[in-house]
């Protein structure tokens, strides 16, 4: 099946990195986006990944590896305004995206 | 960033009415999406549109759902009739093109049915 897994909840430090981790099935993969939303609002795109190895966006970066079927979005030198949740979506054939159940990045002082 | 509209934002029915979902996409995008998230839960797939036909449905998107965009207008989602389960926030999206394209997301109709 088209199934698309992350960790429901993560902490961390403001000031530190965090490491959102995704794992996929692989059968119809083409390509994957992360997204961050806020409660109550739209998901806003931050990056989409279809090649192996690693895609550095600055504050974001982004890895893949097709083989494995997984990814995880990096965020690096947080801010308390990092604090949202962080969806891995997998784009499967006519454009569909399958979202995993987002993680929720709470950051500390 | 590219926009996509919602109209209402929030919309309120009786179980068994019909409600119409509108959504505005960004203007030179071709393919269109409708996607269902119930609160705390993940967002599911509802279907994808193109070209005036529906490509890809998933099993969410029940026989008393249609989708359509006549003569470039809004892109609407229609229930008929609605039930329960259907409470949600549905999010619109739209994208230029295909797999390597992102999907820019609106800022979704939360509907309660009653």
């Known amino acids: 099946g088209q199934g698309v897994e992350q960790p429901a909840k993560l902490m961390s430090v403001e000031g530190t990195f965090a490491r959102v981790n995704c794992t996929y099935s692989t059968s119809g993969f083409n390509g994957l986006s992360w997204y961050q939303q806020r409660e109550g609002q739209a998901p806003v795109f931050l990056s989409y990944v279809v090649l192996d190895g690693l895609k550095d966006s600055g504050h974001f970066s982004t890895f893949l590896s097709r083989s494995n079927g997984y990814s995880y979005l990096l965020l690096t030198e947080l801010q308390i305004k990092d604090s949202a949740s962080y969806l891995c979506a997998v784009n499967y054939n006519q454009g569909k995206l399958i979202f995993g159940q987002g993680t929720k990045l709470s950051i500390k002082p | 960033g590219p926009k996509v509209l919602q109209i209402p934002s929030h919309q309120i029915i009786d179980m068994g009415q019909m409600v119409t979902l509108n959504c505005d996409p960004v203007?030179?995008?071709?393919?269109f999406y409708w996607y269902k998230q119930i609160l705390g839960q993940q967002m599911e797939f509802l279907v994808n549109?193109?070209?005036?036909?529906?490509?890809?449905k998933s099993k969410l998107f029940k026989d008393q759902f249609s989708v359509e965009r006549p003569d470039g207008s809004y892109f609407t989602l229609k229930i008929q009739p609605t039930a329960l389960e259907d409470s949600a926030v549905y999010f619109c999206a739209s994208s230029p093109g295909l797999g390597v394209y992102e999907q820019y997301f609106g800022p979704g109709t939360r509907l309660t049915v009653l």
């Open positions: 549109f193109y070209n005036g036909k529906v490509m890809e």
């Open positions: 203007s030179n995008h071709l393919y």
